[in-house]
């Protein structure tokens, strides 16, 4: 089975940077994705890693250690916008038969003045 | 016009009676999902499909069938609602990781949501 842990509420101020942590126990691993949702909207795909390391897209990065089993998203210059929930995601390794993503429950980042 | 659409947007229903939400895309994707959303639980997988003739159960899928009419089109019923069905219900599609490479990402595009009450 898949267990994953996030923070559930994060608070931070505009214009700071802010980190949202992830640690995950999985059978198998093929990568970790984020999602950002906001409230009464669909999630949206942020970013996937696959390999160690940092995958930056703009003001958003995300990191991955496959050794730690941990990632985080940074989101950096934050915006009053980026108040949303935002949920990692570990996809099953493909040699156990499936594509499966298998969400955290969430962190729920509020930005403030 | 949504890549992913959903209907209805919202519902309430009565216990024991039968309902429908549907799914159709547009984006081309052989695979489709449903989820759940409950409050402090995150998204749970329910079904999943990968192409027309493949069906799949997920996390969490008693209470619940699925049915993938076409390739653009994939239905959650449930037979007879209960109050704990009460939820948001997204759907889902994605391209094969290994369509975009061996480190596709297997990115999820989702519907707008269903928000089902059972009473």
């Known amino acids: 089975g898949q267990s994953l842990e996030q923070p559930s509420e994060v608070t931070a101020v505009e214009g700071a940077i802010v980190q949202i942590n992830c640690t995950y126990q999985t059978s198998g691993f093929y990568g970790l994705s984020w999602y950002q949702q906001h409230d009464g909207g669909a999630p949206t795909f942020l970013s996937y890693n696959a390999l160690d390391g940092l995958e930056e897209t703009g003001r958003f990065s995300s990191f991955l250690s496959r050794s730690d089993s941990y990632g985080y998203l940074l989101l950096q210059e934050l915006q009053m916008k980026d108040s949303a929930s935002y949920f990692c995601?570990?996809?099953?390794?493909?040699?156990?038969?499936?594509?499966?993503?298998?969400f955290g429950k969430g962190t729920k980042l509020s930005v403030i003045p | 016009d949504a890549d992913v659409t959903q209907t209805p947007r919202n519902r309430i229903t009565k216990t024991g009676k039968r309902i429908m939400l549907e799914c159709s895309q547009t984006k081309g994707h052989d695979r489709m999902y449903w989820y759940r959303q409950d409050p402090g639980l995150g998204l749970r997988l329910i079904y999943y499909s990968f192409d027309v003739k493949d069906i799949n159960k997920g996390e969490i899928s008693d209470g619940y069938s699925v049915s993938r009419q076409a390739q653009a089109k994939f239905s959650l019923s449930l037979e007879s609602a209960i109050p704990n069905q009460t939820a948001l219900y997204f759907c889902a599609t994605s391209v094969p990781t290994g369509t975009s490479g061996p480190l596709g990402t297997g990115e999820l595009f989702f519907g707008e949501g269903s928000r089902l009450t059972v009473l």
């Open positions: 995601a570990v996809r099953d390794s493909p040699w156990a038969g499936s594509y499966q993503l298998t």
